[in-house]
C-alpha cells in the first residue's frame, strides 16, 4: 500500500463553490502529479511538481491551480466550481526523475451540480 | 502523440484461464510500464520494462516490449477472480521529462 493520502475521498457540492482537494505523501518524493480521469477512460495529466515552490501545466488544460509549499502537500484548487469539472482526480508521487515507479493515491470523485 | 493504446478494451474469462493485453505507442521510449486500477480506485504499478529489455517477469506476470513494433503485451496466467481490474499500459517517452502518458485501458473481468 502507497503511502500517499487525499481527501476527500468523495465530493459533492454546487456551481461556483470554491475548493481544495487535498494530497500528502510520506516517501520523501519529489515529483508530484495531479491527473484528471473521467470513468472508465485514460487518465490525463492536469498538474506536475518537481519539487518545492515547482508547478507545471501538464497535457491537459485545467481551470484547477496548485501549489507546492512543502515536499509532502500537493493540494489542487479550483476557485469556481463547473458541473464540467466532474471528474475523478487521482494524485500520484515519484522520484525527482520520475522514470520509474508512480505511486498513486485512492483519489477524490468530484460532482459538481 | 506518443499515447498508448490497449487492446482488447474489454476482456472477460473464466478463473484459470491466460488474459492477453496489448498496447501499442507511437514514439520512442525510456521505458513502458503497466499499472491495475481497481474500480474506483487508484492505480497499483505492476511491472515496468526498460527500452533495451524484451521480456520480464513478475510472479504471474509476463510483459514483452517490441520496440520495433512500438507495443507490449501484458499476460496474466492462472487469472483469479481478484484480477479483475483495469490495466493501463503507460509510457515515458523521449522528451516528456519523465512523465507518463497512459492508454485508455483494458477492462478485465474474470468469472469465478
Known amino acids: 500500500e502507497a503511502d500517499i493520502y487525499q481527501t476527500p475521498r468523495y465530493l459533492v457540492i454546487g456551481t461556483g463553490k470554491k475548493i481544495t482537494l487535498e494530497c500528502s505523501q510520506t516517501?520523501?518524493?519529489?515529483?508530484m502529479y495531479w491527473y484528471q480521469q473521467d470513468p472508465g477512460m485514460e487518465l490525463h495529466l492536469i498538474h506536475y511538481?518537481?519539487?518545492?515552490?515547482?508547478?507545471e501545466k501538464g497535457d491537459l488544460s485545467s481551470e484547477s491551480t496548485v501549489s507546492r509549499i512543502r515536499t509532502e502537500h500537493f493540494p489542487l484548487t479550483l476557485e469556481s466550481a463547473r458541473p464540467s469539472h466532474t471528474s475523478q482526480y487521482l494524485c500520484?508521487?515519484?522520484?525527482?526523475?520520475?522514470?520509474?515507479?508512480?505511486?498513486f493515491g485512492p483519489g477524490t470523485r468530484l460532482l459538481v451540480l | 502523440s506518443q499515447q498508448g493504446e490497449e487492446d482488447p478494451q474489454a476482456l472477460s474469462i473464466q478463473e484459470g484461464e491466460n488474459a492477453t493485453m496489448n498496447c501499442s505507442y507511437k514514439?520512442?521510449?525510456?521505458?513502458l510500464q503497466w499499472y491495475r486500477q481497481n474500480s474506483g480506485r487508484g492505480l497499483v504499478h505492476l511491472i515496468l520494462?526498460?527500452?533495451?529489455?524484451r521480456e520480464k517477469h513478475s510472479g504471474r506476470l509476463r510483459v514483452t516490449l517490441d520496440t520495433s513494433k512500438k507495443s507490449s503485451s501484458l499476460l496474466i496466467t492462472a487469472s483469479r477472480a481478484a484480477d479483475t481490474a483495469s490495466y493501463f499500459c503507460?509510457?515515458?517517452?523521449?522528451?516528456?521529462?519523465?512523465?507518463?502518458?497512459f492508454g485508455k485501458g483494458t477492462k478485465l473481468s474474470v468469472k469465478p
Open positions: 511538481s518537481y519539487g518545492v515552490n515547482s508547478t
Open positions: 503507460a509510457t515515458d517517452g523521449w522528451g516528456s521529462q519523465g512523465n507518463l502518458i
Open positions: 500520484a508521487s515519484s522520484d525527482l526523475m520520475g522514470r520509474e515507479t508512480q505511486y
Open positions: 514514439t520512442s521510449i525510456n521505458n
Open positions: 516517501m520523501g518524493h519529489d515529483k
Open positions: 520494462i526498460r527500452s533495451n529489455e
